[in-house]
């Protein structure tokens, strides 16, 4: 059973900075994409970030520029930086893995920008 563990959000002001974390365990295949996803209140859960084992990564919109996503040197670990945040990125950011067309999702962190 995979298991996804996000960590790292909190509150922070307007233009500052957070680094979130996912650890993923459970399997000892490396997964082809690790993706960020986001959800604000009231409203639908949206791609926020994805990258590939190769290392090719994708952005939504409304963050291209300000976050980077990357995987650490610890197997199947994914990290988002987010700089110049702002009240739209309020969030509950969940990591996703797929295996054998399977989704697993962590249990999400709270990312909240105060103005």
């Known amino acids: 059973q995979v298991q996804l563990v996000e960590s790292g959000g909190g509150l922070v002001e307007a233009g500052g900075s957070l680094r979130l974390s996912c650890a993923a365990s459970?399997?000892?295949?490396?997964?082809?994409?690790m993706d960020w996803y986001r959800q604000a209140p009231e409203k639908q859960r949206d791609l926020v970030a994805t990258?590939?084992?190769?290392?090719?990564?994708s952005y939504a919109d409304s963050v291209q520029g300000r976050f980077t996503i990357s995987r650490g040197n610890a197997k199947n670990t994914v990290y988002l930086q987010m700089n110049s945040l702002n009240s739209e990125d309020t969030a509950v950011y969940y990591c996703h893995v797929g295996l054998w067309g399977v989704d697993y999702w962590g249990k999400g962190t709270l990312v909240t920008v105060s103005s």
């Open positions: 459970g399997t000892f295949l490396s997964f082809s994409r």
């Open positions: 990258i590939t084992l190769s290392g090719s990564t």
